[in-house]
């Protein structure tokens, strides 16, 4: 397939007028064809206008229709082939593996939710029949169903080019929903993004689609997606980046004649704590295991473990020593962009002056362009607590070990960090009493717990969440990973004494949908 450097509205190919994205190669710096002209204003709403108009349309389809529709989406990614790959590979500096292995996610959450779709859960069905006769006072026929919201903006993130961006979770879960898509590509890698962007538009023309169901859109700077998030008849937003550009993006939303909800996945550095009697068993492991959950991928996760909590005394000097052996043994890795090299390069730089925090090991050097060389530092707790910047996110393989003279302070830690994606606890059973004072602050503080693990990789599957308190998302109620993330694009509506005729089929008494309904407080399982 050739990529042209047009946005795609609809099922037209248009191109932009507007200041030119080109993708970079981060691996060599080398600049890759075609230019990407970006939109205006105009663009915008052409593919919001036409988005609300095949709205209603789309979300009164079938839901065997929906869910054909993503799988197609999912059967037409797989069919670019090596062209996708090789593109995605160019424009990130991924390896192959890696990007293969994120294109396998992004067919399997979009199969995902083509069955949940099916299902008929989502709907969360309710049914209070009435009762004429009840005394003090009567009942009215009460029934109750979740609605899709609207068209829905979608940001591509940087550090996903196919798992979270233009397919990704939340246009996988928004289309689920019933919403129709507008989404705002990402400059770093506008290749990939149309070639994921014609397989949606062709998968929306084989399945006869309204043709507004989904849209693509480029543009350099903010001025596209300020006034995509601004139209009226965008009714959420999907968004995972930095913290800045999330409140950003938060503050238009809020700002509108009819504000609405932004769903941003934004900053967290996951803290991971080491507990007492663990570390004194495993402290070897333990290390060997975080440096290598800090390498990954260079650390360009949102999981990425970039705090870890230990005693300070021998146990955590083991922990120190082990680390310090195996990050002075990684290589470098290339890194998504130049710009975020950069910015990772400044946040090494800040933990490198500051007088509170020594340097404990740095990975090998290399001159090739925009490499990732893995960095841990030091600190105690009482720096850590006086240091507002010390929380500031670096991401990459970059990490900062707090060293504590007692649980107090474990505790003062965890009551002071601030939301996050995950925290990680590494314990035993002599610790279990230690945790179970720490769990209902952990509980508060993040929307992933795990014991025993590190937290980057994230399964696509029913119970994960991925979210958490800000800043590491703008709604700690909401999951941009999972089944549930579904729920971010719907809305309850209640039908009191409506006719048969004009009632909904997810809520009429024979059930013609064969889905879950909730009636009376009982739960009936469609056949």
Excluded at 45 to 71: C, I, K, N, P, T
Excluded at 239 to 255: D, E, Y
Excluded at 278 to 284: G, I, S, T, V, W
Excluded at 458 to 475: L, R
Aim: hydrophobic residues 40%.
């Amino acid at each position: 397939m050739q990529i042209s450097g047009h946005m795609l509205i609809g099922q037209q190919s248009v191109q932009g007028h507007k200041r030119a994205i080109r993708a970079i190669n981060p691996a060599t710096n080398e600049s890759l064809g075609p230019d990407f002209l970006g939109g205006d204003q105009q663009h915008v709403d052409q593919a919001v206008d036409l988005a609300w108009q095949a709205f209603d349309e789309y979300r009164g389809l079938s839901f065997e229709r929906r869910a054909v529709f993503l799988e197609a989406i999912a059967d037409e990614i797989l069919a670019l082939g090596e062209v996708l790959v090789e593109r995605a590979m160019a424009e990130s500096g991924l390896p192959k593996a890696r990007i293969e292995g994120e294109r396998g996610r992004t067919m399997g959450q979009l199969r995902l939710f083509a069955s949940v779709v099916r299902s008929g859960k989502f709907l969360d069905a309710r049914i209070d029949p009435a009762l004429p006769n009840r005394q003090p006072l009567p009942r009215a026929d009460l029934r109750y169903q979740k609605i899709p919201l609207g068209p829905v903006a979608v940001f591509g993130a940087s550090n996903f080019p196919l798992a979270f961006s233009v397919a990704g979770g939340d246009t996988a879960s928004a289309l689920a929903a019933g919403c129709p898509v507008v989404v705002k590509a990402h400059s770093a890698h506008p290749g990939t993004s149309e070639l994921i962007g014609r397989a949606i538009q062709k998968a929306a023309r084989d399945c006869k689609m309204p043709e507004g169901v989904f849209s693509l859109l480029f543009g350099a700077g903010a001025d596209v997606g300020g006034a995509l998030v601004a139209h009226k008849n965008i009714k959420a937003v999907g968004f995972t980046g930095s913290r800045s550009g999330g409140v950003a993006l938060m503050n238009i939303a809020a700002n509108r004649p009819e504000p609405i909800p932004v769903y941003a996945e934004m900053s967290s550095i996951n803290p991971v704590f080491m507990m007492p009697h663990k570390l004194a068993a495993e402290a070897p492991t333990l290390a060997s295991g975080f440096v290598a959950s800090l390498a990954m991928g260079a650390g360009q996760f949102c999981t990425n473990p970039g705090l870890v909590v230990i005693m300070a005394n021998a146990d955590g000097d083991a922990f120190l020593q082990q680390v310090t052996e195996d990050i002075q043994g990684l290589g470098t890795q290339t890194m998504l962009t130049p710009g975020i090299h950069q910015a990772y390069c400044n946040g090494v730089a800040a933990l490198e002056q500051h007088s509170g925090v020594r340097l404990l090991a740095k990975s090998e050097t290399s001159d090739r362009p925009n490499q990732c060389h893995a960095h841990a530092f030091v600190t105690d707790a009482v720096t850590f607590l006086g240091d507002k910047s010390l929380e500031n996110e670096v991401f990459g393989s970059t990490s900062l070990v707090i060293q504590c003279q007692s649980l107090a302070e474990y505790q003062q830690l965890a009551e002071h960090f601030e939301g996050q994606l995950t925290i990680t606890i590494q314990m035993n059973d002599a610790d279990i009493a230690a945790v179970s004072q720490l769990l209902p602050i952990f509980e508060r503080k993040a929307g992933r717990l795990l014991c025993n693990g590190y937290p980057t990789g994230v399964e696509v599957c029913q119970a994960m969440v991925h979210g958490g308190p800000f800043p590491a998302t703008s709604d700690s109620r909401s999951t941009s990973v999972g089944s549930a993330a579904i729920e971010r694009f719907l809305r309850p509506v209640c039908y009191q004494d409506f006719p048969t005729s004009l009632l909904p089929s997810s809520v009429k008494a024979n059930n013609p949908l064969a889905i879950p309904q909730l009636v009376e407080g009982i739960l009936t399982l469609g056949e």
